[in-house]
């Protein structure tokens, strides 16, 4: 599970993640047992998780543990607190807005991933209609012509005109005037028929437009001040390569104001490109904005763990360590001196190791109770009463070198 969580916040734009996982009991006869995973994720900024990135974790766990499915997988997003309910759902406008300017962010991270660690923030404006659908019929001016039939008829007769009425008694009645050249008598009849068959041609055009279109997208670039000193420095270096870092001079105003202005227009000309046409006439590059901000180095962390607090106890209790160290190391020498014999005493123990010792007067009682811990005096030599206290109690031999130490350091 740890492995997980540390492959899911490789994806740019979550910064923790962590994954929980369980088994439950069989049931029954079955001889599957119930599985499940909780995934935590905290992404970078503000912003919750795109629905599909969401998708892609539960896909990557799936397919993590055999024979679990995505239903039993639960991604919870730490921002996405901040939103009532399921928000991709809800306000389907946001979601899209919100995907639009990750794209977008993406795309200008990849575009100046040579200019280090960057700040990039887009904000997209989108046409609210949720889809448009056209359907268009347009008819020809001339018809197409699939069948043509035409048929010409001319006739044409001609019958003479009327010679008289046949027989004796009409012809009888004396002589009458008559016509004897009739005109003829003519007809034509001229019959043209024509038939076509055709069409009209027609276009039909659908189309559709997708809902939220995006109208326009601003990005705003944000470099470290000290991105403006590295590159002065690069040039000076690449201008004059037979001196060193030491050697260059300290940048003026005006020199960083046109580095910033040069800066500035290789920025816009490199994400200018990137981002959805402008309307004809005009100017891409005022969509993007280009800023600097203060990189404040970071305070050092001590180190942590036990390796921290021991090397912070050392700092502070040295001295007390050395106390020690030289009490047992007189403790040591007289336990030498006490198995070697008087004549081996060494001198140094002798003469109190350069200390000044106080001398017990004669006069005190001699205490001979064997079970007070502490120092007898007997009168004695001193060398004689701590070799007798370290024999019989090292310990409280220890504390008496350390007092006497104490002293003569203060």
């Known amino acids: 599970a740890q492995d997980l969580g540390a492959k899911i916040s490789a994806f740019p734009e979550i910064r923790w993640a ?53 239903e039993d997988v639960v991604v919870i997003d730490t921002n996405a607190s901040h939103l009532n309910g399921d928000w991709e759902h809800e306000d389907p406008m946001l979601r899209k807005r919100l995907e639009e300017e990750k794209a977008y962010e993406q795309k ?19 046409d609210p209609t949720m889809g448009v659908e056209k359907a268009v019929l347009k008819y020809d001016s001339e018809r197409t012509t699939l069948q043509e039939y035409s048929k010409k008829v001319d006739e044409q007769s001609t019958r003479q005109g009327p010679k008289g009425v046949p027989g004796t008694a009409p012809n ?19 019959q043209d028929e024509r ?3 055709g069409v009209v041609g027609q276009q039909y055009e659908l189309s559709k437009l997708a809902a939220l279109q995006v109208k326009k997208v601003t990005v705003s670039v944000g470099l470290p001040t000290s991105y403006y000193d590295r590159v002065m420095m690069q040039d000076f270096l690449r201008e004059n390569p037979d001196k060193t870092a030491a050697d260059m001079p300290k940048p003026t105003i005006a020199m960083l104001q046109q580095k910033r202005t040069e800066t500035e227009g290789k920025i816009k000309a490199a994400v200018a490109p990137l981002l959805p046409p402008v309307p004809a006439g005009e100017d891409p590059l005022p969509l993007v904005h280009v800023w600097d901000f203060p990189d404040i180095p970071e305070p050092i ?11 912070t106890w050392l700092s502070e209790s040295w001295p007390s360590l050395v106390m020690l160290g030289l009490a047992a190391v007189a403790i040591l020498i007289a336990r030498s001196a006490l198995l070697g014999g008087g004549s081996g ?43 007798r206290m370290v024999d019989k109690n090292p310990e409280v031999a220890a504390n008496v070198l350390r007092s006497w130490i104490t002293e003569n350091a203060a």
């Open 108 to 126: 200008v991270l990849r575009a100046l991933v040579g200019y280090g660690p960057i700040r990039v923030a887009a904000h997209a404006e989108l």
């Open 172 to 190: 009888a009645i004396g002589n009458r005037a008559t016509t004897l050249d009739e005109p003829e008598q003519s007809s034509k009849t001229k």
């Open 18 to 70: 962590s994954v929980e996982y369980d088994q439950g009991e069989r049931t029954g006869l079955s001889r599957a047992r119930p599985q499940s995973a909780s995934v935590v994720a905290s992404p970078e900024g503000s912003e919750p998780l795109t629905k599909a990135r969401v998708n892609m974790i539960k896909e990557l766990i799936r397919g993590s543990y055999a024979g679990m499915t995505s």
């Open 195 to 197: 038939e076509a068959t």
């Open 301 to 311: 962390v001590a180190a942590g763990g036990g390796t921290g607090k021991a090397l």
């Open 345 to 387: 005493t060494p001198r140094d123990f002798n003469e109190g190791f350069g200390l000044e010792l106080p001398t017990p007067p004669k006069e005190e009682e001699v205490v001979n109770s064997d079970d007070k811990e502490g120092m007898q005096i007997t009168g004695g030599s001193l060398k004689e009463e701590l070799v």
